[in-house]
């Protein structure tokens, strides 16, 4: 399932990168779009029933080392390991073979079709030539109910969803192919503190899955409620990686502003 990436330097990891727990490895990952450096040498890991959130400025590379975890964008430099194999990641197919799920800020959901069609769209269940209608929508119920999600009826149209409820729909839609990383992009922007609350509540439960979430956001108040680790990234560079439930959100602006210089550490200095 993984490949190794013939034009991407692969570093040695040492014996502590081999964590038993840890899903995805990343590190020295760079990406130039012509004269612009977006990333300049990231590190990052993600564990079994972890919650890892990404925070940086405008610029910072987030939605760089998104794209690229996504498959839209290779990288220029650095290494992948998956499952503590080398990997490559060229392609949207390759991020979806390996077991990684994205789920854009835009959601890509197709707003005329109900929410049996949106979660299975591209890998409709067929029974005879025809479409398998009764055991998608017992899936899409299953695991709707697995998230606790607060949609009462599958063949409503999306478009008639509120916000949070959309969001549910396209992070159960990732787990149609049971990934085992999934990239939630900026999943509580533009939503009411109700909807909010939903889409945190939800996230918990794909920890509870033991799945690792990578979780993109600016709001820290967010970041605080459900991560594990915190990582910042500044000027496409690594200035620190914070244990949630020991660090404040005082201390992560600092480290997104530069007020504080977290370069040096590494993410395996407190394993």
């Not at 130039?32 to 910072?60: P, S, T, Y």
């Not at 949207?92 to 077991?99: C, E, H, Q, R």
């Not at 680790?229 to 500044?234: H, S, Y």
């Amino acid at each position: 399932m993984t490949r190794e990436n013939g034009h991407v330097a692969d570093r040695a990891l040492s014996v502590a990168d081999e964590h038993p727990g840890r899903i995805l490895s990343l590190r020295g990952i760079g990406k130039k779009f012509g004269a612009v450096r977006a990333l300049a040498g990231v590190d990052l890991d993600v564990h079994a029933g972890e919650v890892v959130a990404i925070v940086g400025d405008n610029g910072a590379g987030k939605s760089t080392l998104v794209k690229i975890l996504a498959g839209v964008h290779p990288a220029d430099a650095g290494s992948i390991r998956f499952f503590g194999q080398p990997a490559s990641i060229d392609t949207p197919t390759d991020s979806l073979d390996l077991g990684i799920a994205t789920v854009f800020q835009d959601l890509a959901l197709c707003e005329s079709l109900d929410v049996v069609s949106n979660l299975w769209l591209g890998r409709e269940l067929t029974r005879g030539g025809a479409l398998d209608e009764i055991e998608m929508e017992k899936r899409s119920w299953g695991l709707l109910r697995e998230l606790h999600a607060r949609i009462t009826d599958v063949r409503v149209p999306v478009a008639s969803l509120s916000g949070g409820q959309r969001q549910t729909v396209a992070i159960a839609r990732s787990l149609i192919g049971d990934p085992h990383v999934v990239v939630l992009d900026e999943p509580t922007a533009a939503l009411g503190v109700s909807q909010t609350a939903e889409v945190l509540n939800l996230i918990e439960r794909l920890r509870d899955r033991g799945l690792g979430v990578i979780l993109v956001s600016h709001n820290i108040a967010d970041v605080l409620a459900v991560a594990d680790r915190v990582v910042v990234l500044r000027l496409g560079r690594n200035n620190g990686d914070f244990r949630a439930s020991e660090t404040s959100s005082d201390v992560l602006i600092a480290a997104i502003t530069g007020a504080r210089d977290h370069s040096r550490r590494s993410p395996d200095d407190d394993e």
